[in-house]
C-alpha cells in the first residue's frame, strides 16, 4: 500500500512534530496494538440477538478510550484557540540582552501562539466581555521562552495572593453555577468594589478592549515587568508589548451579543480562516526599556502590576515581527495541551521582584500537573523544546523517554559525570544577581497606593465614543448586580476616578453617586493593619492623556482579510456583483454571496452565482461591511424580505460601511438607512458605488461617532 507522501515543513519545531503525527490516509484500521480490524460495527455476541460477551477487547478498548478522553480544563484561560508561526528579529538587541533569539537576525524562531477568554469555560462564547490571554512560546535553541500575556497591560490585583479571590468572584456563583463567561454578577463586583487596586483594571475591562473584533486585531502586552541582561550581565527593565498590523479594534457591545449566538466561535473561525486564506496574522514586538539606574523616575513602581508605563514618557521600540502562518493539527494535541509558563526563560531574560509574577511563577506548573495529569508534560510534543533535553529527572507517569545509562544522579564516575553543568560561556543559565537585604514581612509597598491616576488616565485618552462604551458596559455589569450596595460601592470608587463617569453610570443605575465614599475605601487589608496605610493615594497625572491607549485612532491599516457581505436575490445585475467583487479582492477583502436561498442564485442574464450563506445562515454581526449589487428583480424580492431589511438595519446600527448600487435605493428607502442617504462620504455610506470610497471606509473599521443618530431598532 502506498504510505502518503508526508511534506515536511521548513521550520525546526515543525520538522520535529512532524515525527509524531499519525496520516490516517490509505491506512487500514487497527486496535491500538496494531490488530487490524475487520468489523467496526458490532460487538461480540453470545448470538444475533444474546448479551455482549466480555471477551470483547476490541469494544472494551474502544469504550475505555472513550470513557478517558477528558481532561480538566484550564481554571483561567479554559476557552481559546491557537496556531503556529515564526519570529523574525528586525536587529540585535545585544546592548539589553543576551538571548539569542534576541541577537541573532538571521534565524526565524518558531512559535507557538493560544489566545483565550479568561472566565468562561471550554465551551462559552468568544465575545465574553473579558481579557484575553495572548501566550507565545518561542521555541529558541536556548530552551523555550515563554511570554504569556494579556490584551490588557495591567492586571486586577498587585499580589499573587489575591488571585484564589479574584477568579472565585468572576467565576460562575457557586451554588448556582451561573453566569457563564461574564463578570455582570454579584460577587465580581462585591470583590470589585472593595479592592480599589483594580480601578485600572476595570476601565480597560469595561472598554472595547474587551469585545476585540478578533484574535489578529489586538494588542498583547507582556503586564509584569521583566528584566533583560546582557552579556556585561547588566540588567534592564523590560515591558514587552505586542501590536497587530492590522490596528487594534472592537466590536459593539450589542454585536458581541449577538455574535454569541449567531457564531460563539467568531475569534477562533476568524483566526482558522485568515491562516487558511494565507492572510496571515501579524505582530510586531515592542519593548519599553528602562534602565535599572531610571527605576524610580517614572513616577510609578515598575514591580506593581496595576501601572503601565505611557508610552510619551518611555516609547515602544519594534525589534520582530511575529507571523501565524499555519493551524494546528489537531486541537486537543496542540491547543489543549500546550503548557505556558511565565517562568521559562532563556540566559537575557529575567524575572523582577513583582509580587504577581513571583506567584505567577509558583503557579502555572502546578496547575497544569493536575491538568495534564503527569510531570512529564514537557514530554508532549507541542511542549517540547527544540534544544536537547539532558537531565536526571526520571520516571512517573506517561514517561516516554528511554534514558540510557547507569546514573540518574549527580555527581557521578559511573556515567562519567554525565550530564555535565552548562558553565556561561557554554550557555548555562544564571540568574540576575539583585542585592536584597530586607526584613521578612508580609506587607506592600507604599508605592503600590496610586489606584486612580492611571484609570483616570486611561479613561481620559478614551474617545467621545469610547467613553460611552464604557459608561454603557458599566452600566449593563452593574445592572445586573442585584444587591445595591455593591452598585453604590462601585460608584463610590468611580467617582474617584471620574465623577462625570460616576454621574453618567449612576443615571442609568437609576442611583445617586455617594457624595463621601465610605473610608476605609480599601477594605483588601491585613487584619492589624492601619487603615490609612492603605488609603489610596490622590490622583496625581504625569500627563493628561496618551493616545496609545485608545483605539479609536481612525487609522486606515487597509482591508485584508475584511469581510464584506453582498447581500442578493434571484435577478441580481451581474456586472455590478462582479465589478464589486473584483475590487474588494484586489484589496484583500473576504467577499460572501449572502441570499433568501441557499444554492444558486440566478442573475439578471441567467447566469449562476454559488450562495455563500443564506440570511438564516448567517448575520450582518459576522461582517465588517455591506454590499448591495444592483439588478431591479434582486432589490425588489430583497424589498419584501424582513431578514434582507433587518441585516442592512443592524449593519447600519453598528456604524460599518454600507455601499451600494443605485439601483438598490429601492430597497435603501424601506430601511433606516434612508433618513441618512444624504449624509456625506465621511458618514461611511456609499449609495453612489463609489468603490475607493467604500474601501476607504472599510479600512476605518467603524464610525463610533454616529452611533448615537444610528441607534435604530435592529
Ligand atoms: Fe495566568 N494563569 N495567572 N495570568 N495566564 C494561567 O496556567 C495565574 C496572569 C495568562 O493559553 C493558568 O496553564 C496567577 C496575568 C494566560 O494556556 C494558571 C496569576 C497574566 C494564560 C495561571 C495570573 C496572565 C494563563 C491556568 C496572578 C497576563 C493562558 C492554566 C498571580 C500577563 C495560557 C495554566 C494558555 C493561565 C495563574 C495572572 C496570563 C492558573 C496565579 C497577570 C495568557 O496557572
Redesign the pocket.
Known sequence: MAKKKVTIPDNEKQQELERDKEHPEDTLLTTNQGLKINDNQNSLKAGERGPSLLEDFILREKITHFDHERIPE????AR?A?AHGIFQLYASQEKYTKAKFLNDTNTATPVFV???T?AGSRGSSDLARDAR???VKFYTEEGNYDL???NIPV?F?Q??MK?PDLIHAVKPEPHHEMPQAASAHDTFWDFISLMPEAAHMIMWVMSDRAIPRSYRMMEG????TFRLINEKGEAHFVKFHWKPVLGAHAVAWDEALKISGKDPDFHRRDLWEAIENKQYPEWELGIQIVAAADEHTLGIDLLD?TKLIPEEQVPVEMIGKLTLNRNPDNFFAETEQ?????GHIVPGIDFTNDP??Q??L???T???LS?LGSPNFHEIPINRAISAVHNNQRDGHMRQTINTGRTSYQPNTIGGGCPFQAKLSEGGFTSYEERIDAHKIRDRSESFSDHFSQAKLFYNSQSTAEKKHLTDALRFELGKVEITAIKTRMLGILSQIDRLLAENVAAGLGLEVPEQPEKPINQGIPADADPEKYEPTPIHLIIESSAALSMDRKENKGIVSRKVAFLVADGVDGQSLEDARDALLDEGAVVKVIAPHGGFIRNADGEDIPVDHTLLTTASVLFDALYIPGGAASIAALKQDPDAIHFINETFRHCKAIAAHPDAHALINVTYVASHADKNKDSGLYLDDDMEAFIAGIGLHRFWDLEEERKVPA
Open positions: 484550564r481554571i483561567v484561560h481559546g491557537g493560544r489566545f483565550s479568561v490571554g495572548f501566550a504569556v500575556g494579556n492586571f490585583i499580589d499573587a488571585f502586552f507582556g503586564v509584569n502590576p500546550v503548557a505556558f509558563h511565565p504577581l509574577l506567584g505567577r509558583f503557579s502555572y502546578d496547575t497544569q491538568r
